[in-house]
């Protein structure tokens, strides 16, 4: 157990600093999100608009201005977060492997980019919910916030499938791009496809952009909905996993192999990526 939880903490680490080092998703996050939302704010529709949440059925009249902000703001939270984790289970692919080799557990390496996951995604949905509330009166800020943060941890969890999944870069920002692009696409209320609302409730972020608008311009209770975000999160991880775990199936550490677990000598020293 100690052994586990050692592999878990350096690895852990090594993810954390590895995205603090990633420049270009820092300058995403403190200027993308805050100049979107403001390019939103001035070239955006100042009337009302009919706001129906098929989640919880309200029907309301709300700002239009406002409902495009939130909309925006969940995209943005739920892209960068699914590029960043991409990049990171892309570039540190190979970390991983020489890490099953020396004797990490393959869980722990996987779930230790699943708590930088998490971290990134609270982190942004604080950042992203606070700006919203700065630009107009949030009625529920609490819901707001783990309706944005739900839908970073689906992106997220998409992003590190992807990272184990493709052969190149270029792949795993299509992928990502294209699926968030059918996401906002099809919750477009000029849509027909409001009339399927299976298919609906099978994208990543509906539930919880269904929640973010209730609870940002609304009363209501926005309900367990962005539950169905954090599904697609726990079932690509799991996928994420399992990938990880064909590929590295052959791996025996055959220097671990001859110590005993929870020696000294157990956890090699890794480099900071």
């Known amino acids: 157990m100690r052994y586990q939880w050692t592999a878990f903490v350096e690895r852990f680490r090594c993810a954390l600093l590895g995205h603090l080092r990633n420049r270009l998703s820092l300058f995403l996050v403190y200027a993308f999100v805050p100049t979107w939302l403001t390019l939103v704010r001035v070239c955006g529709y100042d009337g009302a608009a009919r706001l129906h949440i098929a989640t919880i059925e309200v029907r309301a009249v709300v700002p239009a201005m406002h409902v495009a902000q939130v909309t925006n703001a969940v995209t943005a939270v739920a892209l960068i977060t699914g590029f960043m984790m991409f990049m ?131 009363r209501a209770d926005p309900g367990p909905y962005p539950l169905l975000a954090l599904a697609w999160c726990g079932a690509t991880v799991a996928l994420a996993l399992l990938v990880f775990h064909v590929r590295t199936r052959g791996y025996w550490p055959a220097a671990a192999a001859s110590r005993p677990v929870g020696s000294r000598d157990d956890t090699p020293a890794v480099a900071d990526t």
Do not use: W
Not at 121 to 129: D, H, I, R
Not at 174 to 186: A, H, T
């Open 88 to 218: 990171a289970a892309f570039k540190a692919r190979e970390m991983d492997r020489r890490l099953v080799l020396a004797g990490y557990p393959r869980s722990q390496l996987v779930l230790a980019n699943v708590g930088a996951l998490l971290v990134i995604a609270a982190v942004l949905a604080c950042y992203t919910t606070v700006l919203l509330r700065l630009f107009f009166p949030v009625h529920q800020f609490g819901h707001l916030l783990v309706a944005v943060f739900t839908a970073g941890c689906a992106y997220g969890g998409i992003g590190l499938l992807l990272g184990s999944l493709v052969r190149d870069e270029l792949e795993g920002f299509f992928v990502v791009l294209m699926l968030s692009l059918i996401d906002v696409g099809l919750q477009s209320p000029a849509i027909k496809v409001a009339e399927l609302p299976g298919l609906l409730k099978a994208l990543p972020s509906y539930g919880a952009t269904q929640s973010a608008l209730a609870a940002a311009v609304t």
